[in-house]
């Protein structure tokens, strides 16, 4: 199982940006998928959690309304489109995919303990 996140870079407040996820070696919508972000000083937290039953998707307060995932399932590829972000959206971006049996949003979720990772991508917020 590998994941790959790329799609990072500066933004203006207000602006946009799109990460994805290339998955490989697993079939995508038989996971979980989660991302996450990890500002300086924070702990990891959960930004979304994809279904692996129905590929509904459970936002975060933070970001509900203005993030959007969507998938493609034939490129086995997660997309994380980000609208009108802000400065306090500033952090190191992570997919993830979990295989347990529960749905989203799961315990591991929550506690930001994906079976697998990808690397992250750099997200810098500013004017």
């Known amino acids: 199982v590998q994941l790959q996140a790329s799609g990072g870079g500066l933004v203006q407040p207000g602006g946009s940006l799109r990460l994805s996820c290339v998955a490989s070696?697993?079939?995508?919508?038989?996971?979980?998928i989660g991302w996450f972000r990890q500002a300086p000083g924070k702990k990891r937290e959960g930004v979304s959690c994809t279904s692996r039953y129905d590929g509904s998707t459970f936002y975060a307060d933070p970001v509900k309304g203005r993030f959007t995932v969507s998938r493609n399932i034939a490129k086995s590829t997660v997309y994380l489109q980000m609208n009108n972000v802000k400065p306090e959206d500033t952090a190191v971006y992570y997919c993830?995919?979990?295989?347990?049996?529960?749905?989203?949003?799961?315990?591991?979720?929550?506690?930001?303990?994906?079976?697998?990772w990808g690397q992250g991508t750099l997200v810098t917020v500013s004017s």
């Open positions: 070696g697993f079939i995508l919508d038989y996971y979980n």
């Open positions: 993830a995919a979990d295989n347990n049996d529960n749905d989203c949003p799961s315990e591991s979720w929550y506690g930001a303990y994906f079976g697998f």
